[in-house]
T-cell receptor, first 109, second 120 residues
Framework: GDSVTQMEGPVTLSEEAFLTINCTYTATGYPSLFWYVQYPGEGLQLLLK?????DKGSNKGFEATYRKETTSFHLEKGSVQVSDSAVYFCAGGYNKLIFGAGTRLAVHP | GAVVSQHPSRVICKSGTSVKIECRSLDFQATTMFWYRQFPKQSLMLMATSNEGSKATYEQGVEKDKFLINHASLTLSTLTVTSAHPEDSSFYICSARGSLGTVTTNYGYTFGSGTRLTVV
């Protein structure tokens, strides 16, 4: 069946460091792909999305490109801030979303 | 943008009682609602999918008689945890998918803020 695999955390970075969180998917065809962020005790917020191959989603300095050839949707940010500390979920699907395991990011001053 | 209101945000109930969680789409018609369960420090597990006016479709391993889902209107879905027990304690999150007003473009999935259920 369809699945989403993302790198395990936690990821610990210093402020202004470069961030990459890997995500790959396995599916029939090319589903829409999403990155969601969850702050402690809260629900999920959509961070960015891409609906077809080569699409680039971007928001708040975060970017991810839908790579059909590698079935990947890696999340990147050039310079993280302490306020980016949260759990990040990669997800994909057609009629329902399948989530990766989540990656906890901790950014220290 | 699309907003989904979920409440209560927190609920504590006694073992054996039932708890209802509501999920409302505030500015769009939610043709499909999804209910997820999240254990501490884990990912979201899809419990069921419901389309307005139809019976919910439950994922494998989810007890439909224990987790009753109603999606009677295009703006409201409810999840009732019946005869709750401590092992039902978890974070429950709803998600809605639909289109804004008369626009047919799918605006994707919008999540509620979650309900933390504690059964004592």
């Amino acid at each position: 069946g369809d699945s989403v695999t993302q790198m395990e955390g936690p990821v610990t970075l210093s402020e202004e460091a470069f961030l990459t969180i890997n995500c790959t998917y396995t599916a029939t065809g090319y589903p829409s792909l999403f990155w969601y962020v969850q702050y402690p005790g809260e629900g999920l917020q959509l961070l960015l999305k891409a609906t077809k191959a080569d699409d680039k989603g971007s928001n708040k300095g975060f970017e991810a490109t839908y790579r059909k050839e590698t079935t990947s949707f890696h999340l990147e940010k050039g310079s993280v801030q302490v306020s980016d500390s949260a759990v990040y979920f990669c997800a994909g699907g057609y009629n329902k979303l399948i989530f990766g395991a989540g990656t906890r990011l901790a950014v220290h001053p | 943008g699309a907003v989904v209101s979920q409440h209560p945000s927190r609920v504590i109930c006694k073992s054996g009682t039932s708890v209802k969680i509501e999920c409302r789409s505030l500015d769009f018609q939610a043709t499909t609602m999804f209910w997820y369960r999240q254990f501490p420090k884990q990912s979201l597990m899809l419990m069921a999918t419901s389309n307005e006016g139809s019976k919910a479709t439950y994922e494998q391993g989810v007890e439909k008689d224990k987790f009753l889902i109603n999606h009677a209107s295009l703006t409201l879905s409810t999840l009732t945890v019946t005869s709750a027990h401590p092992e039902d304690s978890s974070f429950y999150i709803c998600s809605a998918r639909g289109s804004l007003g008369t626009v047919t473009t799918n605006y994707g999935y919008t999540f509620g803020s979650g309900t933390r259920l504690t059964v004592v």
